[in-house]
C-alpha cells in the first residue's frame, strides 16, 4: 500500500513540475496539501511514510481525533485547515492547524486573534473568497475584500494569500485568474486553489498552495 501511495505522489508531484516549468515556475514554490478528510489513520499512513508531510482537514473535531496519535510519530506534519470554521472553534483551531485557509468573515478574525493571544501561536491565514457569488457556499464576497483584508492586517493574523472553490461544472481558469488578480491588487503572493480536477490549471495561473485528495488517496467508495 505505502508503494501505492508514493505512485500517486510521484505522479501529482511530477504533474505539478510540469506545470510550473510551463508557467516559467519551480515546482519548489508550489506547496502540495493531501486532503485527508473523512480518511483514517491507517489510510494517512502510506503517504506520511512515503515522505509526505503537509496535510488538509475540513473539521476540527475530525482533526482532533486522529492527528495527535499520528503527529506523535510524524512530528514535523504541516496540518492545514480548509473547511469552514466555526468562530466558537477558534481556539481548537489555532491550537492545532499550522494553517487556517478559510477565514472569510469579521466575527472569524477576532476570534482568531483573542485565540492566538491565549494560545501563542499564529497559524498562517488565508481569506476564502466566494469567487463565484455561489449564496450556498462560505467565503467572502468579492466586494467585502478590501475591508476584510484591512481587519485581518489590524488584527495581527499572518495573512499568506486567499484561497477559493470555483464553481463546480464550470470551466475553473477564469475563476483562478481573478483571484490571481485580486492577490496582486491587495499584496498578497499566497494563492491557495486548484484541486484533483484542476489543479495543474491552477499552478499555470499561480497557485501556491494545491489542495489534492482523491489523486492521493483514491476515489472514496
Known sequence: MTEDAKARLDKVSANIARAAKLSGRRADDIQLIAISKTHHAPAIR??????????????VQEAQAKWPGLRAEFPDVELHLVGQLQSNKAEDAVALFDAIHSVDRPSLVSALAKAQQ????????FIQVNIGDEPQKGGCPIKDLPDLI?????????????MAVPPADLEAAPYFALLAKLARDHGLKGLSMGMTGDYETAVKLGATH????????????
Open 118 to 125: 491565549k494560545t501563542g501561536r499564529h497559524p498562517v491565514c
Open 210 to 221: 494545491v489542495r489534492i485528495g482523491s489523486a492521493l488517496f483514491g476515489a472514496r467508495g
Open 150 to 162: 484591512k481587519e485581518a492586517r489590524s488584527a495581527d493574523l499572518d495573512l499568506a494569500g486567499l
Open 46 to 59: 502510506p503517504l506520511l511514510e512515503a515522505g509526505h508531510r503537509r496535510f488538509g482537514e475540513n473539521r
